[in-house]
């Protein structure tokens, strides 16, 4: 399965994908109630995927994540990272850090394998800038809350005000054409007029 993923990946243009250590019917790493597979298990994956790369001849980048910390100790976590590395990770990734002390310890004991930063505010792991965290030696920060959170809350609200005053309240220049604009109306209606179509011809 990995090795096909990887392909499929490949194929699609993906410039990197995590494997981790969790079972297949995986928890968020900021959840209690996890499992995970052997250590032997998670290297193999890695491996899979490392030769899989290099049969395709491909630059993916992969990342390594283990969830060791919250269902073993540091120790353990940092052997699986370890392990992960000798069989072709390009990137360690610890989830669900709780102090500032495993932040730094980490990175010093991989180096000099890059290691990523999930910063998911408010959960297991304290929030820190992407400064704060490149002092402390991580490589790569990634925000999966950066976009989800807002967009929630924008369209609660919006749906909220259409219940209390039967109106969207949008911005008024936010218009259809507009909208189909940010998502490529001008390039679709040149690739139609390219091949002599007249489908958009009242863009």
């Not at 790569?140 to 919006?158: E, K, V």
């Amino acid at each position: 399965m990995v090795a096909r993923t990887v392909a499929a990946y490949h194929r699609s243009g993906v410039a990197g994908l995590h494997i981790e250590d969790q079972i297949q019917t995986k928890r968020c790493g900021h959840l209690a109630g996890k499992q995970l597979v052997s250590i032997e298990t998670f290297a193999q994956r890695i491996s899979a995927a490392a030769q899989a790369r290099d049969r395709l001849r491909s630059d993916m980048l992969i990342v390594a994540r283990t969830d060791a910390l919250q269902t073993h100790d540091f120790e353990e976590a940092i052997r699986r990272l370890q392990a992960a590395a000798a069989a072709g990770a390009d990137v360690a990734f610890l989830e669900g850090i709780t102090t500032k002390e495993q932040m730094k310890a980490v990175c010093q004991i991989m180096h000099p394998i890059p290691v990523l930063l999930n910063m998911v505010e408010h959960g297991a792991t304290p929030s820190i800038t992407p400064q704060e965290a490149q002092d402390l030696g991580f490589r790569m920060m990634i925000f999966p809350f950066a976009a989800i959170a807002p967009a929630y809350t924008a369209i609660r609200d919006t749906f909220l005000r259409i219940k209390k005053t039967g109106l969207t309240g949008l911005e008024k220049d936010f218009t259809p054409k507009k909208l189909f604009s940010i998502v490529g109306l001008e390039e679709a209606a040149a690739v139609d007029a390219a091949a002599g179509g007249h489908m958009y011809h009242q863009v």
